[in-house]
């Protein structure tokens, strides 16, 4: 298939999603990127010399609509994969009119576009690229008995200053928590590195923590675009990094959990203080079980959740609805 990847216009961890996504779909495909930012009359050139079959982005938010409606017009497919759902519904809801296919993260936000009339919208969660996240040897700075990777969130910061005050163990935080975390500064289990980090350092985290937590940004936050009140289903992404990467994870509840991994097994959730506190009491403790879960993780992640598993399932939706 001939596919035009139009960027998303977003840096970050999006220059890597875009580059892992190129890297999967040129083993069987014919690419070509285009930077929205080139204009108008470069996507029409090239889409004449080119001649896609399927134009895909992520996110869509920075993308013009007119030149979503131009590739219609050329009978080219268009899709875009909504990797921030439901976080930003007020917009997605939007976008998601203009596309053919709809790819959501999120289970909760696919039901809304059913529901909406989208004839062709269709739950795809993010994956991991286990070229980057696998298991190594890391360096003692990147040891940690607990691990939490990602923003502040309130309810994370709520989940770090209880396990501060009511357990003893090292707790490796990467991210901007410098400041939230001000009071705890001179706590000697506490270790902030503060700041964004690349993908590979922050498979080096994972791999030397013990327990890594992961939670769940709020649906509610006031820097949300989610007056619909949309609450999120689905697992993030960052599941599949750690499962990658053979470490062990405790994971906050969703609903949609045991539908990517068996819970005990593969992977370990909690819903409260009181259950995240007495598993990882237990865990910590349980070396060897705690490494036979995290070994599953790691197959299961390989099998099920890589971004060539997920691009061969998104073009396989999209040439079986064309048939």
């Given at each position: 298939m001939k596919i035009l990847l139009l960027t998303s216009g977003f840096k970050g961890i999006y220059d890597y999603f875009e580059a892992w996504i190129i890297n999967?779909?040129?083993k069987n495909h014919e690419v070509k990127i285009f930077n929205f930012k080139d204009g108008y009359s470069n996507l029409q050139s090239l889409t004449r010399e080119f001649n896609p079959e399927l134009a895909l982005t992520l996110v869509g938010f920075k993308l013009p609509i007119q030149m979503v409606d131009w590739l219609k017009k050329n009978q080219?497919?268009?899709a875009v994969w909504l990797t921030e759902d439901p976080y930003f519904m007020d917009r997605t809801k939007v976008v998601s009119q203009y596309f053919d296919f709809v790819f959501?993260?999120?289970?909760?936000?696919?039901e809304f576009y059913k529901n909406n009339g989208h004839l062709h919208a269709y739950?795809?969660?993010l994956a991991t690229e286990p070229q980057v996240f696998k298991p190594k040897h890391v360096e003692a700075k990147f040891k940690s008995d607990?691990?939490?990777v990602g923003f502040p969130y309130p309810d994370r910061i709520q989940f770090i200053q209880f396990l501060l005050q009511n357990t003893v163990y090292r707790i490796k935080l990467v991210g901007k928590w410098s400041n939230p975390l001000f009071r705890f500064r001179s706590n000697p289990k506490l270790m902030i590195h503060e700041g964004w980090v690349e993908p590979s350092m922050v498979a080096n985290f994972y791999n030397g923590a013990k327990i890594v937590l992961n939670t769940h940004r709020p649906f509610n936050l006031k820097q949300n675009q989610n007056r619909?009140?949309?609450n999120g289903k689905s697992i993030n992404n960052r599941t599949f990094d750690v499962a990658a990467c053979g470490s062990?994870?405790?994971i906050q509840f969703k609903e949609d959990l045991p539908n990517h991994f068996i819970e005990d097994e593969e992977i370990v959730s909690f819903k409260n203080n009181l259950e995240l506190r007495q598993k990882i009491d237990y865990y910590l403790k349980s070396e060897e079980e705690r490494q036979w879960i995290a070994d599953n993780a790691r197959n299961r992640a390989l099998?099920?959740?890589t971004f060539e598993q997920r691009l061969e399932k998104m073009l396989e939706l999209i040439k079986d609805s064309t048939k």
């Open positions: 999967e779909l040129t080219v497919k268009t959501t993260i999120d289970s909760a936000a696919l739950k795809l969660p607990i691990c939490l619909l009140g949309i062990f994870q405790l099998k099920d959740h």
